[in-house]
């Protein structure tokens, strides 16, 4: 059974910083690019960042490019979100996904396997 789990999430003020964590299914994760999502109270999901399965190449919103960081272990099956400089439009619900396609991307169609979710809430 495929698994996607994420964690990491909480309550900040504005100016903080939070690591989600997200960890797949050995099945899937080493072949696959992994993605990150937010998805705000009566807003569409978005895509946040991306990894390719080897780790080379990452892609990022204009959003929150300088302030976030995608990283992946291999090895532990997990993949990493560094926020910094977090603000209150940060606020929303993250999901971790895995995929396959050449290139990683922020479209949530590229991705096959998704997570639940974890909340992340900013204070101002």
């Known amino acids: 059974q495929v698994q996607v789990v994420e964690s990491g999430g909480g309550l900040v003020q504005a100016g903080g910083s939070l690591r989600l964590s997200c960890t797949a299914s050995?099945?899937?994760?080493?072949?696959?690019?992994m993605g990150w999502f937010r998805q705000a109270p009566g807003k569409e999901r978005e895509g946040v960042s991306c990894?390719?399965?080897?780790?080379?190449?990452?892609d990022y919103a204009d959003s929150v490019k300088g302030r976030f960081a995608i990283s992946r272990d291999n090895a532990k099956n997990t993949m990493y979100l560094q926020m910094n400089n977090l603000k209150p439009e940060d606020t929303g619900t993250y999901y971790c996904?895995?995929?396959?396609?050449?290139?990683?991307?922020?479209?949530?169609?590229?991705?096959?396997?998704w997570g639940q979710g974890t909340q992340v809430t900013i204070s101002s």
């Open positions: 050995e099945l899937i994760f080493d072949a696959s690019n």
């Open positions: 990894i390719k399965w080897s780790g080379g190449i990452t």
């Open positions: 996904a895995a995929g396959g396609g050449v290139q990683c991307g922020l479209l949530a169609g590229l991705y096959d396997y």
